[in-house]
């Protein structure tokens, strides 16, 4: 997949972010393909397709200046893949970050310290870069809860001589978030909606169970799923309290999952 506007691939922004975190004294632990992208890797056939590459730096975030420093590294490394003839010196952080960041988030607090940079695509799939130190809930069901480890396909392509082929190739190593591999497996082959501690779903869960059904996608306890709805829906008005809030919601995920 390349990176926005530019022919460069995504192991090689990996490849420089990586890098000068490790310069700035931020140590990055792994790095993980995550969501659809990795379900989609492991079964093909599920329905579930993917339109956002999600990259995760498991590193080290103690506060503020580690966030700022990771914010500072995107934008800087995006400077090195824009085409050749572009004016590098007149394009200032603020230009890149309009030009090239579809979302930024962060969080922040005693559960949870990660931030999200979205980089937008000319082909409509987004690499998401997220940067997690720590992440109480990873996932919403267990079809899109798997990630895989991708340093031995980083170091291949870092070292090898030769291309990869069918008997030349680096071993990967794939889980799940959910914690029963070979069950969120089965669950996805057979396109079944199930999940561990509801209550735990933010409000965009909702959603998210909508766009499965929509995929085919179906209950694997129907008694189950009741409840997940009751709590779902709870959630959502919870986190979307105002009508406002709802509807650019609504919008934005349908932008984001249908939109083509």
């Known amino acids: 997949m390349e990176l926005p506007h530019s022919g460069g691939k995504t192991k090689d922004i990996v490849k420089v972010v990586r890098s000068r975190m490790e310069e700035k004294g931020i140590h990055v632990r792994e790095v993980r393909l995550n969501g659809s992208a990795a379900s989609y890797v492991l079964h093909e056939d599920s329905g579930l397709g993917w339109k956002d590459l999600d990259l995760i730096f498991c590193a080290e975030l103690k506060g503020e200046t580690e966030f700022r420093i990771v914010k500072d590294i995107v934008l800087d490394s995006l400077l090195d893949f824009l085409p050749e003839g572009v004016n590098k010196e007149k394009i200032t952080p603020v230009t890149l970050k309009e030009a090239y960041v579809q979302k930024m988030v ?20 987004n690499v998401e870069l ?11 069901f267990s079809v899109d809860s798997f990630q895989i480890r991708l340093d031995s396909l980083l ?21 799940s978030v959910y914690g029963d591999f070979p069950t969120a497996l089965d669950h996805l082959r057979r396109r079944l909606i199930c999940t561990r501690s509801p209550e735990e779903i933010r409000g965009g869960g909702l959603l ?7 995929r085919g996608f179906r209950a694997a306890s129907d008694e189950e799923m009741k409840l997940l709805q009751r709590y779902m829906c709870s959630r959502f008005f919870i986190d979307f309290p105002d009508v406002n809030d709802q509807r650019r919601k609504l919008e934005s995920y349908l932008q984001n999952h249908f939109v083509t």
Request: hydrophobic share 35%; glycine share 4%.
């Open 106 to 125: 962060k969080v922040c607090n005693d559960s949870d310290r990660w931030s999200l940079i979205s980089l937008s695509n000319n082909h409509g799939k």
């Open 130 to 140: 997220k940067f997690v130190d720590s992440l109480r809930r990873q996932f919403e």
């Open 155 to 175: 170091l291949f392509y870092e070292c090898s001589e030769h291309p990869m082929a069918a008997t030349f190739h680096p071993t990967i190593l794939g889980e």
């Open 208 to 214: 998210k169970y909508c766009h499965l059904l929509v």
